[in-house]
Structures are given as structure tokens and as C-alpha cells.
């Protein structure tokens, strides 16, 4: 039978195929724009279906709504369990100013060992990698224990419902899996003794947005004092939201890997989390700060409004605020902050749910395999892992209320850091060898979850 050793050899000699299929992907616009019609996924759909029928894998296309395709291919395994779920998304987010790209954003221009054009990294570098690990287990022939489902969705760009949502509202069983990769996460730290720490984020905080609505009493701007101008309380509201401190909480799993990660000589609590932050700060680097959003409640003003004529004394202001919330804070727990933080303001509060702050478990067979199959890909037994949670939100949350455990873990080339690819800005762009990479992590994890005895 083929070793883990030879397909790793055989990604290696698919280069070109790798490079032509992240291009042929990049190529269609799938620009979404959150206003339907918009997406036009199902051309990629109808384009990858096409790629893989001719690799002898079977692929269904179902739309949501015309022209928001989902695509679903399975290679079933002997024993259907454990299974795993390739998720990726197909959308991309529009283009700002087409004048400032050095290439066409469609162009898929390779330029000093990249790739570039819009959705080159987010995410249909994932696809490429996830579609050609598929394509080349099918190619060798190897037996699966568990079903291998590679799942490309639509509209993951503007909250998912034609896609990921959608799928898992309309089509659990074809999508809920015992384990599923999706994308948000799968860059290394590089601390500064050389080694290289993986967080993979096992989770992602919840978002909401805050309306706040005060008011005053409207008057001519030139008796002033015949009114109540509203911007001066908008004032006291901002101040007030600036000075918050939010509850320090450690819930989350990395702050129990802290100690042992990093030789800390105590453990993490609430109390010391701050200067455990400051101090990795200066040793391990700036990225590490993104602890400190795990370790609380985040509420930002994002958008203010008040007045709406320049001699007039202003009657009503509105500010929008950006909630992040951890695992276990609910609807309840943002209300009671916001109240006892506006209190006396007389602000009326609406509180708009957008995504559920959710996580799967660190300590599974599924982070064991990952581990195994960065340190082969990788070729170092020196890497360091711990869990990790996203402050953004992806498509994983749709998954895990089926019961799949989720991952966000795409890795690339660890030498060329995810900020360089520019995702969401101009000139985005991948890494081929980061491709490379990333489909051989695709297909040592599908072989330690699906064909290795499990242990
Ligand atoms: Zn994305």
C-alpha cells in the first residue's frame, strides 16, 4: 500500500496541477456583496464539479437560492467513522479601487512565487489544498476508514445563509461530520528561540452589535439653552465606554497551556492575565496580544450619529457599538455591562445577535492528528501546540451545534506569515509553496484521521 511518505512525495511532483487549480478557481469572480442577486458561486460549483468528475469523484451542487451553489463531494470510507469535513468557502469580498491592484484581481498573475487576485488566499488557497489532498488520496487509491467530504460553500462573507447555514439548516446529514478544517486560523508564532508554537483555534467568540439611543430635547442653536443638547450626554456615554474595564476571565483552554508553554512559573488567573500578556509581549512578540482578547469582553463605538442640522440643538444620538463575547457570555451578560456602564444615561438599549461565541474541545483525537501531521509536513518534532480562539467568526459555528468537532486550521508556509497575503485588501495574494504545504497538511491529516488504526 502507498505510505504517507509517497503521497507527500506525489504533492510535491503536483505542483503545477496545485498552481493551476488555485488559478483556474481564482479566475472565476465570485464576488459577494451581501445584496442578492450576488456570489454566482454555482459557475465555480459547475467549474470544480468539472475537476473532479475528471478524477472519477462525484460531486451534488445544491443552490439555496439561484446561482448560490454549495458544493458537496464524498469519498466514503469503509467503516463511515471517524469522518471528516473539508470546509472551505468559495465567495469572495468586492473589489475597492480595481486602479490600485498591480494586476487584474482576476488575473491569478503568478509574480515572484505568488499568486495574486482576490480570493487567492481567502479562501480558495483552503479549497486548492482540500481539492487536490481529495484528488490525489483518490488517485493512489488508498482505503478510508471514515467518509471524506470536502464542502465548499457560498456566501460565508456576509454571515452564511446561503451557505454554511443554510447546509446546516436544510442538509445536516450531508454536513454535520465527526471532525471538520475549516478556515481561521493555522500560523505559527515564531518565538524567539527558533521554535514554532501552533495555536489552533478550537473556538470563536460570539458578536454582537449594541444600539445605544439617548436623548435631549431639540431647541434653535441660537437659545441653546432652551434645549437639551444630547451631544454632551454622547459624550459622557463615550467616556464611560472608553474607561471600561471588562472582567478578566481565563475560561478559556490555552490559559491552562500558558505555564508549560512558556516556563511561567505561575498559573494564569484573572488577576495576573494582564501582565502575563505584557511579559510574552516582550519575548514572544506583538502577536500574542490577540490573548487579550480571549481573555475578555470587548465593546468598541463603531458608529455615532447626533444632529441633523447644523443650527439646530441636536435631540437624539445613536451609538453603535461591536460586542465580542466569550464562550459563556450570553445576551443577558452583554445587557447587564452595558446597563450598569450607561446607568443614569437613561440610554435605551438594543442588543442584535450577528454569531454565538462557540467552541469545540482541545483534548481529541482530532488535535492529536493534527500534531502528528504538521510534525511529518513540517518535518520538525520541535513544534509547540495549544488551543486557541478566533475573535473573528467563521462558518465553524454552523458545525458544531451538529455535534462535529471544528478546527479553524489552514496551514500554509510557516516561513511567510497569513498577514502578507493581504486577505480583504489589494494586492491579495498566496504563497505557492505555502499551497504546497498546505495541501501535503491536508492530506497527512486526512491519512492520520482515516487511514492510520485510530488510538
Ligand atoms: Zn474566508
Not at 511532483?13 to 481564482?26: F, K, N, T, W
Not at 442538509?171 to 528561540?193: F, K, M, Q
Request: glycine letters at 8%; aromatic letters at 6%; charged letters at 20%.
Amino acid at each position: 500500500m502507498t505510505s504517507l511518505d509517497q503521497l507527500l512525495a506525489r504533492v510535491e511532483e503536483s505542483r503545477q496541477e496545485i498552481i493551476a487549480l488555485e488559478q483556474r478557481l481564482v479566475r472565476i469572480p465570485t464576488i459577494n456583496t451581501g445584496v442578492m442577486p450576488t456570489g454566482n458561486e454555482t459557475a465555480l460549483c459547475h467549474d470544480l464539479q468539472d475537476f473532479l468528475a475528471s478524477e472519477g469523484i462525484a460531486s451534488d451542487v445544491l443552490e439555496s437560492a439561484p446561482r448560490r451553489g454549495n458544493l458537496l463531494a464524498t469519498l466514503a470510507g469503509t467503516e463511515r467513522t471517524p469522518s471528516l469535513l473539508l470546509l472551505s468557502h468559495t465567495d469572495v469580498v468586492p473589489i475597492e479601487d480595481e486602479s490600485k491592484w498591480r494586476f487584474p484581481p482576476f488575473s491569478a498573475t503568478i509574480h515572484e512565487g505568488r499568486i495574486y487576485g482576490r480570493g487567492s488566499a481567502d479562501c480558495k488557497a483552503l479549497l486548492t489544498c482540500q481539492a487536490m489532498a481529495m484528488v490525489l488520496l483518490r488517485r493512489a487509491g488508498v482505503p478510508l476508514r471514515g467518509d471524506l467530504t470536502l464542502c465548499a460553500v457560498a456566501d460565508e462573507e456576509t454571515g452564511g445563509a446561503y451557505g454554511a447555514g443554510w447546509l446546516a439548516a436544510h442538509h445536516p446529514e450531508r454536513v454535520g461530520a465527526t471532525y471538520a478544517i475549516n478556515e481561521g486560523g493555522g500560523s505559527p508564532l515564531h518565538l524567539p528561540d527558533g521554535r514554532l508554537l501552533y495555536l489552533i483555534p478550537v473556538g470563536e467568540k460570539g458578536r454582537l452589535e449594541v444600539t445605544l439611543t439617548l436623548k435631549g430635547r431639540s431647541a434653535h442653536a441660537a437659545a441653546p439653552w432652551r434645549g437639551d443638547n444630547v451631544t454632551f450626554k454622547m459624550a459622557e456615554a463615550l467616556r464611560r465606554l472608553q474607561a471600561y474595564e471588562p472582567a478578566r476571565d481565563v475560561s478559556a483552554e490555552v490559559f491552562r497551556h500558558l505555564p508549560e508553554l512558556f516556563a511561567l512559573a505561575e498559573e494564569v488567573t484573572a488577576e495576573n492575565v494582564d501582565e502575563v500578556i505584557a511579559q510574552l509581549k516582550e519575548t514572544v512578540g506583538d502577536e500574542i496580544d490577540m490573548l487579550r482578547g480571549v481573555s475578555r469582553l470587548t465593546l468598541t463605538p463603531t458608529i455615532v450619529r447626533a444632529g441633523v442640522k447644523s443650527n439646530n440643538v441636536p435631540e437624539t444620538a445613536t451609538i453603535i457599538c461591536d460586542a465580542r463575547t466569550l464562550p459563556h457570555q450570553d445576551v443577558a451578560y452583554l445587557r447587564g455591562e452595558v446597563e450598569r456602564i450607561m446607568d443614569g444615561l437613561d440610554a435605551q438599549i438594543a442588543i442584535q445577535q450577528t454569531a454565538l461565541s462557540n467552541a469545540s474541545p482541545y483534548d481529541t483525537p482530532f488535535a492529536a492528528a493534527i500534531r502528528r501531521a504538521m510534525a511529518r509536513v513540517i518535518g520538525r518534532d520541535d513544534l509547540l501546540w495549544g488551543p486557541g480562539l478566533t475573535t473573528g467568526f467563521t462558518d465553524s459555528r454552523f458545525l458544531r451545534p451538529l455535534g462535529t468537532v471544528v478546527y479553524n486550521f489552514a496551514p500554509g508556509n510557516p516561513a511567510k506569515g497569513l498577514p502578507l497575503s493581504m486577505a480583504h485588501g489589494t494586492d491579495e495574494s498566496v504563497d505557492i509553496e505555502g499551497l504546497v504545504i498546505g495541501t501535503k497538511a491536508m492530506v497527512a491529516l486526512i491519512w492520520e484521521l482515516l487511514v492510520t488504526p485510530s488510538d
